[in-house]
């Protein structure tokens, strides 16, 4: 299984995901400071990776300023590097489950414990949380699997697959539990603008895993479903409101309209952690904007006026209403009405 991440030797080791498929380049990340950025700049994305990530910027703080030996110093770092981190992505929920998880061990140390023995143990749960996303990956990928008993097509936006999470993936982990059952028949990639999220990475992953794939750009979706050759579409979740409204990649509400018309099964993957249950509908959801230049450029080369006036919205909310099913780790909840726990 193709992983995006790995820890090593109080170094956290991140593929470069803005350089892929033309290059695999492995960042090394040993400040809270350099995930931040790696968060920030895309080098790391998908709301479990980013949640992930997070955690691990948290444990490696904690192991450069372990020599200080202050409860104060610690106290006052460990804040601040919470906040930091939050301030890096906005929209995924994934990012606040894992603070709030680093947070609440932390409140757990007392004073008798030594600076490495705090450093050790918030390492030991940004591991857990890490290992605990995988397991939870491919619960989903074997809920979803079960939505049919025989082969289909499927399509899919952006990439929710090993590259997004910890590994195995969301939306991308039932596709590959279902290609495990012999389920796929074929794999429409959209491209995913601006950032081409599904042809980069997405194309790249299916191509590793040999499953059958075609990449398509994302005005296409809709032909397609009026030629009958989708039969369900699978998107993951940046975060999803109590009453099931959907934030995720940008064009994600808009194969759910067409879903919606062509009578295609519309579906989202995504762990629990993704669902908050502080917010009462996708209209309290804050949608991150990107630079201009991820729209006006692709990797470096101008493709718009250089004076283009830019709107970049980096998600989309999809109503409750347009969903068919939304699939977690506890199994396949059936929409419109959701009663998610």
Not at 275 to 288: L, R, T, Y
Request: proline residues 4%; charged residues 20%.
């Amino acid at each position: 299984m193709f992983a995006a991440m790995h820890y090593e030797n109080s170094c956290l080791h991140l593929i470069d995901q803005r350089l892929l498929p033309s290059q695999e380049i492995w960042l090394k990340c040993t400040t809270l400071e350099t995930v931040a950025k790696a968060i920030e700049d895309m080098v790391v994305r998908g709301a479990p990776a980013i949640g992930c990530a997070a955690a691990w910027g948290i444990a490696l703080d904690a192991q450069r300023n372990q020599a200080k030996g202050s409860w104060a110093a610690f106290k006052s770092t460990f804040a601040a590097g919470i906040e930091r981190m939050a301030r890096t992505r906005p929209t995924a929920v994934n990012l606040f489950y894992a603070l709030d998880a680093m947070k609440l061990h932390a409140a757990t140390f007392d004073d008798s414990m030594t600076m490495q023995e705090v450093s050790q143990a918030l390492t030991a749960r940004a591991q857990l949380l890490t290992d605990d996303d995988i397991r939870t990956c491919k619960a989903i990928g074997h809920h979803g699997a079960s939505l049919t008993s025989t082969a289909v097509n499927v399509l899919t936006h952006c990439n929710t697959g090993s590259l997004a999470t910890a590994g195995y993936g969301t939306a991308l982990g039932i596709i590959r539990a279902m290609q495990s059952q012999g389920h796929i028949k074929n794999v429409w990639v959209d491209e995913t603008r601006p950032y081409l999220q599904g042809a980069r990475l997405t194309a790249f992953e299916l191509g590793q895993d040999k499953i059958p794939y075609t990449l398509i750009t994302d005005s296409m979706a809709g032909y397609l479903m009026q030629l009958g050759k989708v039969d369900f579409v699978f998107v993951g979740a940046d975060r999803i409101a109590a009453n099931g409204d959907t934030a995720n990649k940008i064009g994600t509400y808009g194969l759910a309209v067409l879903c919606k018309h062509h009578n295609i099964p519309f579906v989202v993957a995504a762990p629990k952690a993704t669902i908050d249950f502080k917010i009462k509908s996708g209209a309290q959801i804050p949608v991150e904007e990107r630079p201009a230049a991820e729209l006006k450029e692709i990797q470096g080369l101008s493709i718009a006026p250089a004076n283009a006036r830019v709107w970049n919205p980096s998600f989309d909310v999809t109503p409750a209403s347009l969903i068919h099913a939304i699939v977690t780790e506890d199994g396949v909840f059936n929409g419109p009405n959701f009663t998610l726990s």
